[in-house]
Every structure is written in structure tokens, then in C-alpha cells.
């Protein structure tokens, strides 16, 4: 009686926690599929490579808000911006170009990696997204990001 008391016990136990974690990982996972980021990564961390990065920034932001302004799902704001891959790399290339580097910049879809980051009330937790990753050059320097959906 005593066996089966503990085995009982134990079975509780490790259930508990499978469903506990389990709850916990679909939970996240459901908040994050709904969730479009935007990565710019900076060909270095040389001071040049970061200023032009802010300046790229600026331009690929100030291109794709409107574009996305009236989407209501984040597959609404990836399917324009997979659309719109092309002139998000003109604009960032021609940002480049104008400020004398020769490097080109790229520009994809991709679920990545994110760790844990706060924007005002909103906290976004580490684990995997969607995002526009737009690498510049090399893409191994200091990066910058932020959410395109939800807007915040």
C-alpha cells in the first residue's frame, strides 16, 4: 500500500510539472507568433558603422510604417514586408551609398532568437520570433531593434 501511495505521489508530481512547464511554453509561444520584430544588425562596432546603422534605421522605419500602419495580424505586416524585401534593401543600400560605405545591406524573414526586452509597459520575453533581420554588410557589429507588430 505504502508502493503504491508513493508511486501514485510521484506520478502527481512529475505530471504537475509536465503540464505546469508545458503551460507555461505554449503560453509564451502563443504570444510571440503573433509578434513581428525588426533587427538591424550593424556591419561592426566600428563608431562609422554604428552611426550609418541609425541612419538606415531611420529610413527603413520611416518606409515601412506606412506600409504596415493598417495591418490588423502580424501575417498581414510579414506578408508586406516579405513583399516589400527589395526596396527595404534599396532604401538601406542607398542610405549606405550616400554616406560613402561600400558595403550592400540584406534583407529576410526569419524566426530568430530574442532575448528578453521591455519596451515602456510591454514586456516581450526571450525566445523565438518573427522578424525583418536586415544585415549591414558583415551584420557583426552592435544591433538595434524593436516590434513592427503590435504596434506599441
Known amino acids: 500500500m505504502k508502493r503504491k501511495t508513493l508511486v501514485f505521489f510521484i506520478s502527481m508530481f512529475i505530471c504537475l510539472n509536465v503540464f505546469v512547464f508545458t503551460g507555461c511554453a505554449l503560453n509564451t509561444s502563443s504570444i510571440n507568433k503573433d509578434v513581428v520584430r525588426i533587427h538591424i544588425r550593424a556591419n561592426s562596432n566600428n563608431c562609422d558603422d554604428q552611426d550609418v546603422k541609425l541612419k538606415v534605421r531611420d529610413n527603413v522605419v520611416d518606409y515601412i510604417t506606412p506600409i504596415i500602419a493598417d495591418c490588423e495580424s502580424s501575417d498581414d505586416v510579414k506578408f508586406i514586408l516579405n513583399n516589400n524585401l527589395k526596396n527595404i534593401e534599396k532604401i538601406a543600400n542607398d542610405t549606405l551609398a550616400k554616406n560613402g560605405f561600400l558595403y550592400k545591406s ?18 516581450f520575453p526571450a525566445d523565438y520570433y518573427d ?5 549591414l554588410g558583415e551584420g557583426v557589429g552592435d544591433n538595434w531593434w524593436c516590434v513592427a507588430y503590435p504596434p506599441l
Open 131 to 135: 522578424a525583418l533581420i536586415l544585415r
Open 106 to 123: 540584406s534583407a529576410v524573414i526569419n524566426n530568430e532568437y530574442f532575448p528578453s526586452r521591455k519596451y515602456g509597459d510591454k514586456t
